[in-house]
Structure formats: C-alpha cells, structure tokens
C-alpha cells in the first residue's frame, strides 16, 4: 500500500553520493537526517538546505549510533528511509594491510551499517520503512589493491539480504546499491589520465558515473514505486560489473 513518504536518514551526507541523494531527498518534499562524522563540512553543507537536521556522528561508535538515532526519531517523528552511506577506503597490497586497517575499513564500512540499522530497526518497522545500503562494485568484483575494502563491500551485499529476509515480514524493505567509478572531487584528483582512459574503456557506457545518477537509483529504491523490490543488489556502474574480466578490444 502507498504512503506519504517524508522523513529520511543518510550517513555520509556532507558530500558525495550521500549529499546528492539528500538534495533528491529534499526536492521530493522529505526532511533528511544528515548523519556525518565530519562536523564542520557537515554544519557548512547543512546551512545551506532547509529541511534538514544534521547531526554529527562516528557511525562506527555503538554509543554515537545509539544516540544518532534518538535525536533523529525525535526530530523526525518517523523514519520512512535509511541509507547508510557512510564508507571509508584505504587501498594497498595485501601483505601491506595491517589488522588496525582493516578494523578501521570494517567499522565504518561494515559495522556502521550494522549499527545504524539496528538502532533504527523499530522506527522502520513503525512505518514499513526502506533501508538503502551502499556497497561497491568492488563487492561484487575482485581487484588488486582492495582486500579491506571489497570485502567490507561484499559483506555489506549480504547483510543487505539477511535484513530482507528477516525484516520483510515488518513491510520493512532492504535493498543494496554497488556504484561504479563516480566522478567525485576526490576521484578526479586521485586519479591518473591513465586511470581514467582505462576505465572509459572497460565501462560498456565509456564513461564514469555521476553522484547523481547514483543518488537517483538510491531514492528509487526509498520509494513506493519500488514497493515489491528487496533483497536486491542493483549496481549503478554503467555496465562495469557486467563485462567481468572480458577485453574491451573484443567488444566490437
């Protein structure tokens, strides 16, 4: 059954995928909970929107969750939509991953998820709420560089299915987005003209994401036109995934 949907919690929302799917939040006429550890990028961004709360908190820290999710069901009255975005990367050969990096990769990446759903579980169930988990591509795919990373990601994919089957029967719905190479500041900066053309031409589209795009497959599936889709992992990475290890020579 169709209901007004006008409340929302995104972590990670300072900037990036979680601030492009706020402001697609917020032109859908929803308050948004911006969630971020990053308190001063976080008041900056905040003070820019109307109809947001923004609340600083480390998503891998149970206490901060804890007390994340109070202030946002007071504030909010309901929560209609969750998206866990919040994520941190640290690439580098395997031998070179020490225990504190992984620890740090998972307890962002992995546990904030966990964390947050958790707390925010009744207030879901209330409503028959929408939970978004963002993994990567690199959940889906092996790649050099990514031990902690890709397999937080991959790990987030099937919490993403174990919240579906057991919080299905609550009308709650858990779905999962895996983006591909978005072009964010940060990427732009870090990345090489090599690494780019190489992209370009392993991603059947031959270009990189946008924050956007990611953020309206996101709001899509917060929505009620996505009433009977859970479970699912949907990657918003213009066909990257799809080609799998195959040559971009061979396409044509």
């Known amino acids: 059954m169709s209901m007004t949907r006008t409340t929302a919690i995104v972590t990670g929302a300072a900037r990036g995928i979680g601030l492009a799917t706020t402001d697609l939040f917020l032109a859908e006429g929803r308050r948004v909970a911006m969630v971020d550890r990053d308190a001063d990028e976080l008041q900056r961004v905040a003070a820019e929107r109307e109809n947001v709360i923004p609340i600083t908190c480390d998503v891998s820290d149970p206490e901060a969750v804890a007390a994340m999710a109070r202030r946002a069901v007071a504030d909010l009255g309901e929560v209609h939509a969750l998206v866990n975005n919040a994520g941190v990367a640290d690439f580098g050969p395997i031998d070179e991953c020490d225990f504190a990096t992984c620890q740090r990769v998972m307890g962002t990446n992995l546990d904030g998820v966990f964390l947050c759903s958790q707390a925010l579980s009744p207030a879901l169930r209330a409503v028959s709420g929408a939970i978004v988990n963002i993994a990567s591509i690199s959940g889906l795919r092996a790649s050099t560089l ?24 609550h009308g709650v719905r858990a779905n999962c987005v895996c983006p591909g190479p978005v072009r964010t500041k940060l990427a732009m900066a870090v ?9 370009h031409d392993a991603i059947p589209l031959n ?46």
């Not at 990345?191 to 992209?199: F, K, L, N, S």
């Open 146 to 169: 990514r031990v902690a990373y890709g397999t937080s990601k991959a790990a987030v994919i099937h919490l993403t299915r174990q919240q579906a089957a057991e919080w299905g029967e």
């Open 191 to 199: 990345h090489t003209q090599e690494i780019i053309d190489a992209y």
């Open 207 to 252: 270009r990189y994401g946008s924050e956007r795009e990611v953020a309206e497959v996101i709001c899509f599936l917060c929505s009620d036109r996505a009433a009977y889709v859970t479970g699912q992992t949907l990657a918003a990475d213009g066909g990257f995934e799809s080609t799998g290890v195959g040559l971009p020579a061979l396409r044509g």
